[in-house]
């Protein structure tokens, strides 16, 4: 007995088979056959075969960097598995209602069955909207990848999201992953556990030497901070509830000279605030309080910003430092 056979463009697997007249609770699973002749009527033999339905799952990913400058391009890629027993056939893929509006449509896929050789397919609006036709079979326990580029347009911080659904002799199945418009001052790299998603730089320029104790602002640039107008910040991931945040100040040094441990680092009070939603397009920032005023001092002293489960209910926060209250303290006569 044939495992599988196809007839009509379904497919069936084997089951077992029966002697006589009457279907047992149980049946025989060999593949050959064998049984005593009665002549009596219970001699015919049933094969009983069961009709597979395709199906399929899909995963999206994105193949370059989580934040993409606007009016940058995106690499995505779509895997297609087979998680049934009957081959997957007429396979489409098109944009899901998941879609952003902020990313534009492709113009063409790279299309590689498994073990088979990359195609390209090319793409129209229609056929985007529709179904983009894959031309290839995925054969049982096997995938093929779907490779395409979109541009990205958006607001600084704003985050898209692509959707596709794929479909065939199989119920359509979607997807949908996302990439993070750049920030205009910081870098954001999501940490793959805990950690920081993006740090401040503090630049206060050249400090000169003074006969008192001095604080010098940010420096003013428009490549910094917008000249002031917008406020830096610090971000963080967490996984666990209890959690609590420290930092201290090295003693400021260049290769030829260095400021006094007395040197301060002043942040004041830091509004906080979770995120829900983080990393899709409905992401929220919801303030949940306030630090106390900040100060560093650089003798590498740990100081208490947050204390253990201060803050609670979100995976992220960030601690927002307003430009104009970040003041680097110089002792008199340093510089």
Do not use: C
């Not at 002043?266 to 409905?282: D, E, M, R």
């Not at 106390?292 to 590498?300: G, K, R, T, V």
Request: without cysteine; proline residues 5%; aromatic residues 8%.
């Amino acid at each position: 007995m044939p495992a599988t056979y196809t007839a009509g463009g379904k497919t069936y697997t084997f089951q077992g088979w029966y002697k006589g007249k009457t279907k047992p609770n149980a049946l025989t699973t060999s593949t050959t056959p064998t049984y005593n002749t009665t002549f009596d009527g219970n001699d015919d033999m049933t094969a009983m075969y069961k009709e597979e339905v395709p199906k399929a799952s899909v995963a999206l990913t994105r193949t370059t960097a989580e934040t993409v400058t606007s009016g940058g391009n995106v690499t995505w890629r779509a895997t297609i598995t087979n998680t049934s027993q009957a081959p997957l056939t007429t396979a489409t893929i098109k944009k899901s209602t998941a879609w952003t509006t902020g990313l534009a449509a492709p113009t063409a896929m790279i299309v590689t069955p498994a073990g088979g050789t990359a195609k390209t397919v090319p793409v129209t609006a229609t056929t985007w909207t529709n179904g983009v036709s894959l031309g290839t079979d995925i054969p049982v326990g096997k995938s093929a990848t779907v490779q395409f580029t979109t541009k990205a347009t958006g607001t600084a911080g704003q985050v898209l999201r692509a959707g596709i659904t794929t479909s065939g002799n199989y119920s359509g199945v979607s997807a949908s992953a996302t990439v993070r418009v750049k920030d205009n001052d910081q870098v954001i790299v999501t940490p793959t556990a805990e950690g920081f998603i993006s740090v401040p730089t503090f630049n206060f320029g050249q400090v000169g030497v003074a006969g008192s104790t001095q604080q010098h602002s940010l420096k003013k640039a428009a490549d910094y901070y917008g000249n002031g107008t917008r406020n830096p910040y610090l971000r963080i991931k967490k996984t666990q509830p209890n959690w609590s945040l420290t930092a201290q100040l090295s003693q400021p040094k260049s290769a030829t000279d260095s400021l006094p441990t007395a040197t301060r680092l002043l942040l004041g009070a830091a509004p906080v605030s979770s995120f829900s939603n983080y990393n899709q397009p409905t992401e929220l920032k919801n303030a949940v309080g306030t630090t106390s005023a900040i100060s560093l001092n650089a003798n590498n002293t740990a100081t208490r910003i947050i204390a253990n489960q201060q803050f609670t209910g979100s995976n992220i926060y960030q601690l927002d430092f307003t430009f104009n209250n970040v003041k680097l303290e110089v002792p008199a006569n340093q510089g």
